[in-house]
């Protein structure tokens, strides 16, 4: 089995945190701590960010669900909550689909309700348009591509702290109050490694529609309005959402305003999260 980074915080049953492209554990750690009185969260970082071990080719949803359950089997933890934001929203909805019996609850943090953007702009910074070309390449020609795109981008330069530019940029563009808890996670960013552009191109490829139609776990789905942040994705937003409810599934829907990052948001209802994972039953709300 592959190294599996995480670290542990709290008591109780088992929640798993899966953070953002770009992100450690760290992005949770304020989840984590208004949680632990209740549950034991594992704040994880991807294959292939910060401290985790990559992955050797690119992967599709079933091996994105192995990876979770590597780890769940390993430290036998039983069924498990689990939560995911972004790119770990997407990890996680693929071990929901592949191993419903081993998770309890969902919680997607704005991850899911959309498809993924044909030209990742605003997912993928600086390889926002590699990642098309690449990605096929990879798939035609094999994983020597990856590993010699990986030679030139993998450093083992340390990372420097975020300036306080960049931090206010972020913030403003985000939509978000410049608080510590963001800071931390900012400055503690995920070095990029070995095997990260295989979950990258894994993600690019993930269909996450087909997959939230194929849900059966008890899904909490709280979503980042963008009104007043980004009109066209606020369109898209209200659009993919009224599509979704049209099936029948398991999930509870949870409105945020502002954008990507529902969990900084200082309106986040940790209360009703916790109600969530600690209920047998799927709550009422909308």
Known sequence: MRHIHAEVVGNGPPVLFLPAGGFTGEEGRSLAEKLRGDFEVHLLDLPGFGKSEGVRQIVDAEQM???VNDYVVRHRLGSVHVIGHSL???VALAFATQYPEQITRLVLLDQGHKAFPRFPLKEYGIFRLLVPLLGGLSRLLGPRVVE????KIVSDEPLQPISDERFQTFCTKTGL????EIRRALNTPAKFGKGGLNLLF???HLDVPKLM???QVPTLLLYGDFVGLDDKE???TQSAIL???RHELPITYIRMTGGHFVHWNPAFPIEQVRQFILTEKVSGLR
């Not at 109050?177 to 510590?180: A, C, K, L, W």
Request: proline share 4%; hydrophobic share 35%.
């Open 202 to 204: 894994g993600f690019y």
């Open 177 to 180: 109050p410049e608080r510590d």
């Open 213 to 215: 139609r194929s849900l």
């Open 243 to 245: 599509d979704l409810q």
């Open 148 to 151: 010699r795109i990986e030679r």
């Open 234 to 236: 606020a369109r898209l």
């Open 88 to 90: 770990g929203g997407a």
């Open 65 to 67: 669900a192995d990876w």
